[in-house]
C-alpha cells in the first residue's frame, strides 16, 4: 500500500514569515503593522505598498532566517506525526534565491519532511500530485475546491479567517489537530 503524500506549504503555516515582514515593512514606512493587521491575502495592499516591494520584503525575511519564528511551538514535533502514516514535502513557492534560508530554517527548527518542492508560484501547487495539502492560501483552497479530488487543510491565518467553506477543505486553527484532519482524509479516498 502506498504511503499518502501530503504537501505542506512553508510561509505561514511552517515559518511566521509575516512577523519579519512587519519589522521590515514598519521600519521602512514608519508605520505599526502587526501580523493581525493582515486579515486579507494581498498583503501588499494592506500595507499600501507594490507587490514587488512586498515579494522583496518577503525574500529579505527568508535571508534572515535565523529570525524567522515557527507558527506555533513544538512545530517539529506536530509535522512528525505526519510521517507517522504519510510522505510529507514541503511545497513552497519560495523564490530560487530563498530556497537555501528555508532549508536551513527547517533543518535548524528540526522539521523532518520527506522532499522539498519549489514550485513558482503558490496556485502551481494545485497541479501537483498530492493527497492533501496543508497551506494557507485561499487562493490555493479555491483552486484545489474545484478539483474533483482536491482535498486540502487551511491552516488558519488573519488573511484567510474570512474565507467560506469549501468543498473538501477543512480548516485548522492549530497543528494539533492537523494529523488527525489528514487522517480522516486519506482514509476515504
Given at each position: ?18 512577523e519579519v515582514c512587519c519589522k521590515i515593512i514598519n521600519m ?72 537555501a534560508s528555508a532549508k536551513s530554517w527547517l533543518k ?82
Amino acid at each position: 500500500m502506498r504511503l499518502p503524500r501530503i504537501a505542506v506549504d512553508l510561509d505561514g503555516v511552517l515559518a511566521n514569515t509575516m512577523e519579519v515582514c512587519c519589522k521590515i515593512i514598519n521600519m521602512r514606512h514608519s508605520t505599526h503593522f502587526k501580523v493581525s493587521s493582515f486579515n486579507r491575502w494581498k498583503a501588499w495592499e494592506t500595507a499600501n505598498i507594490s507587490k514587488d516591494e512586498f515579494f522583496r520584503i518577503l525574500d529579505e525575511a527568508w535571508f534572515e532566517w535565523r529570525s524567522l519564528p515557527p507558527t506555533e511551538e513544538r512545530l517539529a514535533e506536530k509535522v512528525g506525526k505526519l510521517l507517522e502514516f504519510s510522505k510529507v514535502d514541503i511545497v513552497t513557492g519560495r523564490s530560487p534565491e530563498t530556497v537555501a534560508s528555508a532549508k536551513s530554517w527547517l533543518k535548524t527548527q528540526e522539521i523532518k519532511f520527506n522532499r522539498f518542492v519549489r514550485t513558482n508560484s503558490g496556485t502551481e501547487k494545485v497541479d501537483l500530485n498530492y493527497d492533501v495539502f496543508i497551506d494557507d492560501s485561499p487562493e490555493v483552497m479555491s483552486a484545489l475546491s474545484s478539483k474533483p479530488n482536491g482535498h486540502a487543510i487551511l491552516y488558519t491565518q488573519p488573511w484567510n479567517r474570512e474565507i467560506q467553506e469549501m468543498p473538501r477543505i477543512l480548516r485548522a486553527n492549530s497543528w494539533d489537530k492537523i494529523p488527525e484532519l489528514v487522517r480522516g482524509m486519506v482514509n476515504f479516498h
